[in-house]
């Protein structure tokens, strides 16, 4: 037989239910028993159900469901069968029989399925009328109406914590499915960046004609091709962010003053990021400012790090930067944020540009 799937609400109250029946009902049938034996006539069926009450009791606690449901069966049929020798008013039905009886058929209602349950409730109530006689039938019926009710309570909130558990298990699927939508846009955002910095440089290149050999216009080609390939290929590892700051420096159009502070690893995405918009700052500089030289500092901050890349060439007014331009805005800002830091740019016409980078586990 296939087992039946359950969310874990619904398998938490079933386990709950069930560890808690067996211990209620040892309990209750003990308290029931002694006060059965203070009001009994008759001394010796008594006390021995008492003895049966309280060893079906160890079972309920510390025995397993076979055992637990057998000795609570037991016990049942033994009170009420023994009704004629313990009840305190001849011709009633005895309370102690009846308590249990209750007590016994509600708990079940909370273990077993009706397929078990219904059997054996028949089998008490069959012996209860043979003990009791007429005075029986109005506990019959109380019985089989309130271990009705419990097992309808029972279903109603098994019901209520699949409920659960079915809007937990959407609301789970609608935030995954968010989280690979932004993760897709994440990447849409990067890869646009990506051809920024790459094939729009090197086509910008070619079309100005600061270069017309086809051999360096071929490895330009390759390495943009080479960037493109590897960003699918990135893996958020620990990285060493100034190794590939010092890479980056290498071989700059303008000279570089670079100023290293110790900086802990960061992760391989967040490094790639930084790189990549320090990359583009540095391209920017060489291209637009007129500067002599750029500097580049590398510090460390509250867990994280921080670039800072500061030329004092012409500088630029922020506010007139079109929106189509995807250099600052794409391939610093955005990318900075997308990788869960900042980027602040600081420029006016004639006092440089300072363009700060920053990420934090915070």
Do not use: K
């Not at 100034?242 to 980056?248: F, S």
């Not at 002599?292 to 460390?300: E, F, P």
Request: proline share 5%; net charge neutral.
């Amino acid at each position: 037989m296939t087992a039946i799937a359950r969310g874990p609400v619904e398998a938490q109250f079933r386990a709950s239910v069930t560890r808690f029946a067996g211990p209620a009902r040892a309990v209750a049938t003990a308290f029931v028993g002694i006060f059965g034996v203070v009001a009994a006539p008759a001394a010796f069926p008594a006390f021995g159900l008492l003895a049966l009450t309280l060893a079906a009791g160890a079972a309920d606690v510390f025995g397993g469901r076979r055992t637990s449901f057998a000795l609570s069966m037991l016990r049942a049929a033994a009170v009420v069968a023994c009704q004629p020798w313990i009840t305190s008013v001849p011709g009633e039905a005895s309370l102690w029989a009846v308590n249990v009886l209750t007590i016994t058929a509600i708990t079940w209602q909370w273990e077993h399925p009706p397929r078990l349950t219904v059997p054996a409730l028949v089998v008490l109530l069959t012996v209860g009328t043979a003990a009791g006689g007429g005075d029986w039938l109005p506990v019959a019926l109380r019985v089989v109406v309130e271990s009705a009710l419990a097992r309808l309570a029972f279903v109603l909130l098994v019901r209520s914590t699949a409920r659960t558990d079915a809007v937990r298990a959407e609301q789970a699927a609608l935030e995954r499915a968010e989280a690979l939508g932004r993760d897709r846009r994440r990447r849409e955002r990067e890869y646009l960046a990506l051809l920024h910095d790459t094939a729009s440089a090197t086509f910008l290149t070619v079309a100005s004609g600061a270069t017309a050999d086809p051999g360096a216009v071929a490895g330009y080609a390759a390495r943009d091709l080479a960037i493109l390939t590897a960003s699918h290929r990135e893996e958020d590892t620990p990285a060493d962010l100034e190794a590939g700051l010092r890479a980056t420096l290498a071989g700059r159009a303008l000279p570089v003053e670079a100023v290293w502070e110790p900086v802990p690893l960061i992760p391989a995405s967040a490094a790639l990021a930084l790189v990549r918009a320090t990359e583009e700052a540095l391209r920017n500089a060489e291209r637009h400012s007129g500067a002599d030289s750029v500097s580049v500092r590398l510090g460390a901050l509250p867990g994280g790090v921080a670039v800072t890349i500061t030329d004092d060439g012409a500088g630029f007014d922020l506010a007139e930067v079109s929106p189509a331009r995807r250099g600052v805005r794409g391939s610093v800002v955005e990318r900075m944020r997308t990788a869960g830091g900042t980027a602040e740019v600081t420029s006016s016409p004639g006092a440089g540009t300072t363009v700060t980078l920053r990420w934090s586990r915070a």
